[in-house]
């Protein structure tokens, strides 16, 4: 097997082991209780893993509790083949950037659970994707308004926690609104963590989680990337009458609910370990995230492969680091990775045979049709023949289009579920 085969195939092997539906139906029975004491349950699956999650908790409810579910259980997802057995309502909504379909899965979701009584459970399957797939801004704002600030976001450099604290305080379903739906019923949330921290309020923005964060927070954050006076009108004085009026603030605490993080970054990073020593490999895991810009964290990952001089060795290191658009080429966070990487191997002069693989574990990279990209000795050896200029690449922010005239772009296709982003490091 070349370097990439093996890197690719840790990937998908470990993709498969934790798959979403097998890590739902696991989860449950531990939940025994409360579908016991529920007189209907009401499911619930919103993110880029939802119909695999769904279908795990339908699995598991329909062979111990197949009388208490109420109607058809609501599935909403970023467009994907949808592989289930189950009847349920599959709304397909929008990402990364939120649509008119993403107002209606909020407004059929909360009608759904606002059917919900005292005797009641709802069950709450959340996974990355959520913020833009369930986005219902709040009164005066509109939807091109919320899109425009999503994008000045997306741009900024802004990282995750930040978006999200600004996310929760323009919306009507974010930050705890949504399992305020849900009372006076009690509340399951099983979340699969697309946050490095595993910051409860931040995956999905915290559609049921309580929030700490505030209006002024929100303002400081949009301050802080210098992006509050480009912001449209309707989201400045939105966020300044939110300040000045406590009741307009996101839920501070809740006694209705259960919250579990049971799959995320960290490890999904330990599964890749496992597999790897499992074959006979020297692994090397970074306990350090990337959540800096790709281009400096590729040279940082770069700087600790070059003191790593046992051979058969694969490091495993993850995050989800950030990209300054300053370009108007193609690629995502993964992709600019792997050329910042490429670049510094090429200024070292280095003859090192390895492969890196960098890939987002939802099987997209950005706005692109890859998973991430591979710097190997085929993609050096095409690199070198070729006349491509890589600074130029790089500074348009075009590393899909660099690596697909290398023949070195990961394409998986969606996977089911998504937890931030992974480096395969094999070093022979």
């Known amino acids: 097997m070349t370097l990439r085969d093996i890197a690719h195939s840790l990937f998908a092997e470990a993709i498969a082991t934790q798959s979403p539906s097998s890590i739902v139906y696991e989860s449950s029975k531990k939940y025994d209780t409360y579908f016991d004491d529920a007189t209907r349950i009401f499911p619930v699956a919103v993110g880029k893993a939802s119909v695999e999650m769904m279908s795990g908790l339908l699995d598991y409810l329909n062979e111990n509790y197949p009388s208490k579910i109420y109607k058809k259980p609501i599935v909403v997802s970023n467009p994907q083949e949808m592989i289930s057995t189950h009847d349920f309502t599959h709304i397909v909504s929008s990402h990364p950037t939120p649509d008119d379909s993403s107002l209606y899965a909020s407004r059929v979701v909360l009608d759904y659970i606002d059917q919900s009584s005292e005797s009641d459970l709802a069950i709450f399957l959340i996974s990355g994707g959520g913020s833009s797939l369930l986005s219902l801004p709040a009164d005066g704002i509109s939807l091109d308004d919320k899109i425009k600030l999503t994008q000045l976001l997306l741009a900024s450099g802004c990282n995750i926690n930040d978006i999200n604290t600004v996310r929760k305080h323009v919306s009507k379903i974010k930050g705890g609104r949504l399992n ?116 400096d964290d590729a040279e940082r990952l770069y700087d600790k492969v070059t003191n790593i001089n046992k051979p058969n060795t694969i490091i495993i290191s993850g995050g989800e680091t950030l990209v300054n658009l300053n370009g108007n080429g193609l690629g995502g966070r993964n992709q600019e990775f792997a050329l910042s990487f490429l670049r510094k191997y090429v200024k070292e002069n280095s003859k090192r045979e390895l492969c890196l693989y960098s890939v987002g574990t939802d099987g997209i990279d950005g706005p692109t049709d890859a998973a991430g990209a591979i710097v190997d000795s085929d993609t050096i050896r095409e690199y070198q023949s070729s006349d491509l200029n890589l600074e130029s690449f790089l500074s348009n922010n075009d590393s899909y289009n660099f690596f697909r005239k290398l023949n070195s772009l990961i394409k998986t296709g969606a996977t089911g579920t998504n937890i931030a982003d992974i480096q395969i490091t094999v070093i022979k």
Do not use: C, W
């Not at 603030?249 to 919250?259: A, H, L, Q, R, S």
């Open 180 to 295: 305020s739906a849900a009372l006076p019923s009690r509340s399951i949330s099983l979340l699969i963590s697309d946050v490095i921290n595993d910051d409860l309020s931040s995956i999905a923005s915290g559609p049921t989680v309580a929030d700490e964060t505030t209006f002024h927070d929100a303002i400081n954050v949009l301050n802080k990337y210098n992006i509050f006076e480009k912001s449209p009108e309707s989201i400045q004085n939105h966020l300044k009458k939110g300040v000045d009026n406590s009741a307009m603030e996101t839920p501070k605490e809740f006694d209705n609910n259960i919250i579990e993080i049971i799959s995320s970054n960290i490890v999904f990073r330990k599964t890749l370990a496992d597999l790897a020593e499992a074959k006979n490999f020297n692994v090397v895991s970074l306990e350090e995230t990337f959540e800096g810009l790709a281009i």
